[in-house]
């Protein structure tokens, strides 16, 4: 404008073209400002109405010109502007819808929505509110703010940047490194907020259902339209937009401006909806994106299952296709075993008055029997096993055993104890299976304490459904590696043993529908715990097929 | 002492059923295979038959086993065999026993014995 003054002297455009200048340039808008009254223009005019009338004629139309030209002027520089806040409220738009895009965090997506509207380099309110719709407490619940609650409190904050109030960035680096980005006392009492659905009145149920816009007018009481905001939100003027997408109905978004107390604008309010569409696409996609992560979850889960299912499948047709090699193997050694035993035994009989012949034919029946034994394991253990259910006294067999055992039982210093919990003790079993099943336990204890001698507890009671028998060893106990493969096909930690022992007795067990326990303790002893289902009387003799059910 | 057919074919052991069994005073007859254990069988009718179940170059023991009972049910049969599977086919069922086959020939004397003085047949 210092230019106006002395418009002789700076290029005015009539002093150049009076001066029959040429390139004389129109196009910045400033030369207008200071013609409007120029001496020279006044002149230029008088001069043209000393002539002729058309001279006059154009002296009014370029009169009438700068002002059309002067008042477009104005015009246009209030659309620049009202443009360039425009391109701002884009801009930041675009910046949030950005960040907004690509989180997967509900409380990080309500952040950014919160400070995009209220960001001091757009539109700026004070402060704004989200509440979303809870269907399991079915009521519309505030669920963050952000903003000041008193006055006060804003002016403190404001202090603390640059530009006044934080800019979107300096929030944004807020969310974004903090670990509690919720923390302002007004988001807390937003927090509180409870609106039920059937409160069909209040007002922000209405924004919810209708999907309107509402702007609180003058003279229009909070405390009427929605008492839970009585404090929350300004009763000079507040705004609330609905958060919807055209499949789900989010909840609403409120904004005013208590501090500044700037009027709502028309403007503002678009600006406000506009976000409030993106905040609903971006929770939209929150909800998709843990849907999705749920389902990611549950499919990996599904997977290792399968993998495992898979690797124990694979696991048991090893097992079942080493079983059948096994069994073919072993039946084409046990016949010609067979054989051998058989003559040797002849020959023991023929010949086994001397004493030399006997020594060794001896070693030889003893060595077959034992591969004899070893091979009926196999065979038995790769063979289905059909059970022959009766009723049997579970402590008969378990005497009879010992009876047969007695003597090496003596040999090995082991005592033994029995604690039956009645005198007779009916199980509906197998009665040969189990009997296989203890001997082969009470042949482990035994070899548990072969050294050093101890005691033999077997032991019966009930628990729940399951009638229970324990044979219990102070013996070595079980190392620990040895631990995990007990029940192991083959796996054997004697010299002797074929490794089927328990791994058949398991079995045994596991087709009656039952299940085999063991504990132990270095040098302490083992204890085996068999649980038997169907825990029957003898006068109430249970049907197979109860057992069957009780099995699967 | 009954007169026993025996068919196995394990050949030594054959040998020495027949010669263990001969000892303890019956009349044994034995044979490699059933065809032509089934072709003595009228002939010689034994009150006891021993079968071996697995029979190479030859009808399995279970064959054997209805072939016997069908011409004459009061023959008591003895299946023998390394595989105590055998017992849940239904077919041994109509065998007087089974025993499991071992060095130790007690058992099946025992059975043979027992099965042989209770014999109609005899």
């Given at each position: 404008m210092a230019n106006a003054e002395t418009k002789n002297s700076c290029g005015c455009w009539i002093t150049d073209l009076l001066a029959g200048k040429e390139d004389v340039d129109l196009s910045t808008g400033k030369i207008f400002d200071y013609c409007k009254g120029c001496p020279d223009l006044e002149k230029l005019k008088e001069r043209a109405s000393g002539r002729r009338t058309a001279d006059t004629t154009i002296a009014i139309l370029i009169d009438k010109l700068f002002e059309r030209i002067h008042s477009c002027r104005i015009q246009l520089v209030d659309t620049a502007s009202s443009l360039r806040k425009k391109l701002e409220e884009l801009s930041l738009l675009n910046k949030v819808t950005d960040h907004l895009l690509k989180t997967d965090n509900l409380e990080r997506a309500l952040a950014l929505v919160l400070t995009g509207v209220t960001a001091g380099d757009a539109f700026g309110f004070n402060r704004a509110a989200i509440f979303l719709c809870d269907l399991r407490s079915n009521s519309l619940r505030g669920i963050a703010g952000i903003g000041c609650a008193t006055i006060d409190e804003a002016r403190k904050l404001w202090m603390q940047f640059d530009s006044g109030r934080p800019t979107f960035d300096e929030a944004l680096e807020r969310i974004y490194n903090s670990d509690e980005i919720f923390t302002d006392t007004f988001?807390?009492?937003?927090?509180?907020?409870?609106?039920p659905f059937e409160e069909e009145d209040n007002v922000l149920m209405k924004v919810l259902?209708?999907?309107?816009?509402?702007?609180?007018?003058?003279?229009?009481?909070?405390?009427?339209?929605?008492?839970?905001?009585?404090?929350?939100?300004?009763?000079?003027?507040?705004?609330?937009?609905?958060?919807?997408?055209?499949?789900?109905?989010?909840?609403?978004?409120?904004?005013?401006?208590?501090?500044?107390?700037?009027?709502?604008?028309?403007?503002?309010?678009?600006?406000?909806?506009?976000?409030?569409?993106?905040?609903?696409?971006?929770?939209?996609?929150?909800?998709?994106?843990?849907?999705?992560?749920?389902?990611l979850e549950e499919l990996k889960?599904?997977?290792?299952?399968?993998?495992?299912?898979?690797?124990?499948?694979?696991?048991?047709?090893?097992?079942?296709?080493?079983?059948?090699?096994?069994?073919?193997?072993?039946?084409?050694?046990?016949?010609?075993?067979?054989?051998?035993?058989?003559?040797?035994?002849?020959?023991?009989?023929?010949?086994?008055?001397?004493?030399?012949?006997?020594?060794?034919?001896?070693?030889?029946?003893?060595?077959?029997?034992?591969?004899?034994?070893?091979?009926?394991?196999?065979?038995?253990?790769?063979?289905?096993?059909?059970?022959?259910?009766?009723?049997?006294?579970?402590?008969?067999?378990?005497?009879?055993?010992?009876?047969?055992?007695?003597?090496?039982?003596?040999?090995?210093?082991?005592?033994?104890?029995?604690?039956?919990?009645?005198?007779?003790?009916?199980?509906?079993?197998?009665?040969?299976?189990?009997?296989?099943?203890?001997?082969?336990?009470?042949?482990?204890?035994?070899?548990a304490m072969m050294l050093k001698g101890g005691t033999l507890t077997i032991s019966t009671h009930t628990e729940q459904n399951y009638t229970v028998f324990e044979i219990e060893d102070t013996g070595e106990g079980i190392k620990q590696e040895a631990q995990e493969k007990l029940f192991t096909p083959f796996y054997s930690t004697k010299a002797k043993g074929s490794g089927l022992g328990l791994s058949v007795s398991k079995k045994i067990i596991d087709d009656?529908?039952?299940?085999?326990?063991?504990?132990?303790?270095?040098?302490?002893?083992?204890?085996?715990?068999?649980?038997?289902?169907?825990?029957?009387?003898?006068?109430?003799?249970?049907?197979?097929?109860?057992?069957?059910?009780?099995?699967? | 002492m009954?007169?026993?057919?025996?068919?196995?074919?394990?050949?030594?052991?054959?040998?020495?059923?027949?010669?263990?069994?001969?000892?303890?005073?019956?009349?044994?007859?034995?044979?490699?295979?059933?065809?032509?254990?089934?072709?003595?069988?009228d002939e010689f009718a034994p009150e006891v038959v021993v079968l071996d179940i697995k029979l190479e170059n030859s009808a399995g023991g279970l064959e054997i086993l209805k072939e016997v009972k069908?011409?004459?049910?009061?023959?008591?049969?003895?299946?023998?065999?390394?595989?105590?599977?055998?017992?849940?086919?239904?077919?041994?069922?109509?065998?007087?026993?089974?025993?499991?086959?071992?060095?130790?020939?007690?058992?099946?004397?025992?059975?043979?014995?027992?099965?042989?003085?209770?014999?109609?047949?005899?």
């Open positions: 988001h807390h009492q937003v927090w509180q907020v409870q609106i259902k209708t999907q309107e816009i509402f702007v609180l007018k003058p003279g229009e009481q909070i405390a009427h339209l929605c008492p839970q905001l009585d404090n929350l939100a300004d009763p000079a003027g507040f705004v609330a937009v609905p958060i919807a997408t055209d499949n789900l109905d989010f909840g609403v978004l409120i904004a005013d401006n208590f501090v500044t107390n700037k009027p709502v604008s028309e403007d503002d309010i678009l600006s406000l909806k506009t976000f409030a569409n993106t905040a609903a696409t971006a929770f939209e996609n929150v909800g998709l994106h843990n849907q999705l992560r749920a389902k889960h599904t997977h290792d299952l399968l993998r495992e299912n898979q690797s124990y499948l694979v696991q048991h047709e090893r097992l079942a296709d080493i079983g059948k090699l096994a069994t073919t193997v072993t039946h084409e050694i046990k016949t010609p075993l067979i054989t051998i035993g058989a003559y040797t035994r002849r020959l023991l009989n023929t010949f086994g008055t001397e004493k030399f012949n006997k020594e060794h034919l001896e070693v030889i029946l003893h060595e077959v029997d034992r591969l004899e034994k070893i091979s009926s394991e196999i065979l038995d253990y790769s063979k289905e096993i059909r059970l022959e259910i009766t009723s049997c006294d579970l402590c008969g067999i378990i005497k009879e055993i010992l009876k047969i055992l007695g003597e090496k039982l003596e040999d090995y210093k082991i005592g033994v104890k029995t604690k039956f919990h009645d005198r007779q003790v009916i199980i509906r079993a197998d009665a040969n299976r189990i009997r296989q099943v203890i001997y082969n336990l009470i042949q482990n204890a035994m070899d009656h529908g039952g299940y085999i326990k063991a504990e132990t303790e270095r040098g302490k002893g083992s204890k085996f715990s068999v649980y038997l289902p169907g825990l029957k009387s003898e006068n109430q003799p249970s049907e197979p097929k109860v057992m069957r059910s009780q099995n699967e | 009954s007169r026993i057919l025996i068919v196995e074919d394990e050949p030594h052991l054959l040998e020495l059923y027949i010669d263990e069994l001969k000892e303890e005073g019956h009349e044994v007859e034995g044979y490699a295979n059933g065809e032509e254990g089934l072709k003595r069988l069908s011409r004459n049910k009061n023959t008591r049969v003895i299946l023998n065999s390394a595989y105590s599977t055998y017992k849940n086919d239904f077919t041994t069922w109509i065998a007087d026993a089974y025993i499991v086959k071992s060095s130790d020939l007690v058992e099946l004397k025992t059975k043979i014995k027992e099965l042989g003085d209770s014999s109609p047949l005899m």
